[in-house]
């Protein structure tokens, strides 16, 4: 049974950081691209970062770029997402997601495996 779990939402200024992480189970993790997306209230999931599993490729939302950093651990079955500067703007549920690819895009559609979600909110 593949299982995502997240970790290490919060509550947090504008300016602040945190780094999430999503634990992996039942999958062969270093065959997997891991992704995270995100979603505010009343809005639609959005991609934020995607990491491959070949060469450590990485994508980011425009939102983010130069802000939030998206790793891996294969050893841990492990992906973080590093996030940087955060903003309001920032605010949602931060979900993790698994596609068994090499492509990194932030098609959400084609991830066959997430996570629960952990929130992340960001005070101005």
């Known amino acids: 049974q593949v299982q995502l779990g997240e970790s290490g939402g919060g509550l947090v200024q504008a300016g602040a950081s945190l780094r999430l992480s999503c634990a992996t189970s039942g999958l062969t993790f270093s065959r997997y691209t891991m992704g995270w997306f995100r979603q505010a209230p009343g809005k639609e999931r959005e991609f934020v970062a995607a990491i491959s599993w070949s060469y450590g490729n990485t994508n980011y939302a425009d939102s983010v770029k130069g802000r939030f950093t998206i790793s891996r651990d294969n050893a841990k079955n492990t992906v973080y997402l590093q996030m940087n500067n955060l903003k309001p703007e920032d605010t949602a549920v931060y979900s993790c997601?698994?596609?068994?690819?090499?492509?990194?895009?932030?098609?959400?559609?084609?991830?066959?495996?997430w996570g629960q979600g952990t929130q992340v909110t960001v005070s101005s």
């Open positions: 997601a698994a596609r068994y690819s090499s492509s990194a895009d932030g098609v959400a559609r084609a991830y066959g495996y």
